[in-house]
């Protein structure tokens, strides 16, 4: 079976560096696209960006681009998702989402959720 | 960007009706890249619908899709208990990929 586990919840301060992280296993992690979508109240479910393990080709939107950080250690089948200066705004549930080998897809398989909380 | 508008906002129906789920996007999605997911309450979404046809692993015939270019459909058949819940569609056409706002389906 497809797995995909995410890091624990996490409380940060303003300014702080982030980085979770999400371990896929019951496939081959490296040809699958694996990649990051927040979900907030206000704005609901919106996609961040993705990346195909096997060559590091890195998608992000616009809207996060600059912002976060997409990346995969292949040898240990995990993704990360990394802020080098979080803000209040980026208090979200970040859900890490497995797609296909194809760069358009949809997200086949979702991890449990990683809470994030940034807070003075 | 490809806005993708739900309607209704919430659908109040009892088990065993008819459920018509209404995604429209401001631009047409090519391919028909278009999915829907389920989510229920402290749940991770979960993905019925890709393709805008094609049921995912384990998603029971009762749930279906249908549409092209920018009006889609997820149709249930006839509710069951497990079937109350937030549904989003979500296009992966054209970045950046968009939801839409998410329809709640809640028991009359």
């Known amino acids: 079976d497809v797995q995909l586990v995410q890091s624990g919840a996490e409380v940060k301060k303003p300014g702080e560096s982030l980085k979770i992280s999400c371990k896929g296993s019951g496939y081959g992690f490296s040809t699958y696209w694996i990649g990051w979508v927040r979900q907030t109240p206000g704005k609901g479910l919106e996609w961040m960006g993705g990346?195909?393990?096997?060559?590091?080709?890195?998608r992000y939107s616009p809207s996060f681009q600059g912002q976060v950080t997409i990346s995969a250690d292949k040898s240990i089948n995990t993704a990360y998702l990394q802020w080098t200066s979080l803000k209040a705004s980026d208090s979200a549930i970040y859900y890490c989402v497995r797609g296909t080998g194809s760069s358009h897809h949809a997200f086949h398989n979702w991890g449990q959720g990683t809470p994030v909380t940034v807070s003075s | 960007e490809i806005v993708l508008t739900q309607s209704p906002g919430t659908l109040s129906l009892s088990p065993g009706e008819r459920a018509t789920l209404s995604c429209g996007a401001s631009q047409s999605v090519s391919y028909n890249y278009l999915a829907w997911y389920q989510q229920k309450s402290g749940q991770a979404p979960r993905l019925l619908i890709y393709?805008?046809?094609h049921r995912a692993n384990g998603v029971p015939d009762r749930l279906s899709g249908s549409g092209s270019g920018t009006d889609f459909t997820l149709t249930i058949s006839r509710l069951e208990p497990e079937d109350f819940a937030v549904y989003y569609c979500?296009?992966?056409?054209?970045?950046?990929?968009?939801f839409g706002q998410g329809t709640k389906v809640e028991i009359k």
């Open positions: 990346m195909y393990p096997a060559d590091s080709d890195t």
């Open positions: 979500h296009q992966y056409a054209a970045s950046p990929w968009t």
């Open positions: 393709g805008a046809v």
